[in-house]
C-alpha cells in the first residue's frame, strides 16, 4: 500500500469520513474508491489528485507523513455523511453557511478599520 493511501486512510478514520462521502465527491465509484483505500488496486495520479480535491486538500499533503492521524485521541472529530439531506437538516445547512458568511464579512470589515485607522495606505 502507497505512503498517500495508507497517509489517506489515517485521514478519513481520524475525521470520520466514509467511504460514500468521498465516492460521492470525487465522482469515483464506491467499488473503485474501496478498492484503492484497502490496497486491492493502484492508485494513479489523477486518482490521487481527484481524491485529495475530494477533501479539499492538494495531493502532496497526503504524500508527506502527518503523526497527528495516527493518534488515538478523537477529540474534535468531525463526521461526513453522504446522502439527501431532510428538511431540517437542509435548512440547517444553509443557516450556517450563511452564519459563516456572515462572520467573515465582519472579519474582513474589522480587519480593514484596523488597518485604516493605524495609517497603513494598502488595501
Keep these: 500500500?502507497?505512503?498517500?493511501?495508507?497517509?489517506?486512510?489515517?485521514?478519513?478514520e481520524f475525521y470520520g469520513i466514509r467511504q460514500n462521502f468521498l465516492s460521492i465527491r470525487s465522482g469515483m465509484s464506491e467499488d473503485k474508491v474501496?478498492?484503492?483505500?484497502?490496497g486491492k488496486k493502484k492508485i494513479t495520479e489523477s486518482e490521487m489528485e481527484s481524491l485529495s480535491k475530494a477533501l479539499g486538500k492538494k495531493m502532496e499533503y497526503f504524500l508527506e507523513s502527518f503523526p497527528e492521524f495516527r493518534s488515538k485521541n478523537?477529540?474534535?472529530?468531525?463526521?461526513?455523511?453522504a446522502g439527501?439531506?431532510?428538511?431540517?437538516?437542509?435548512?440547517?445547512?444553509?443557516?450556517?453557511?450563511?452564519?459563516?458568511?456572515?462572520?467573515?464579512?465582519?472579519?474582513?470589515?474589522?480587519?480593514?478599520?484596523?488597518?485604516?485607522?493605524?495609517?497603513?495606505?494598502?488595501?
Excluded at 34 to 38: D, E, M, R, T, V
Excluded at 74 to 81: D, I, M, Q, S, V
Excluded at 90 to 115: C, G, H, K, P, Q
Design 34 to 38: 474501496s478498492k484503492i483505500l484497502n
Design 74 to 81: 478523537n477529540e474534535g472529530r468531525l463526521a461526513f455523511y
Design 84 to 123: 439527501e439531506p431532510n428538511k431540517n437538516q437542509a435548512e440547517t445547512a444553509y443557516r450556517l453557511v450563511e452564519f459563516i458568511e456572515n462572520m467573515d464579512e465582519v472579519l474582513n470589515s474589522s480587519s480593514w478599520y484596523l488597518r485604516a485607522g493605524s495609517g497603513i495606505d494598502e488595501f
Design 1 to 12: 500500500m502507497s505512503v498517500f493511501v495508507k497517509n489517506l486512510n489515517s485521514y478519513l
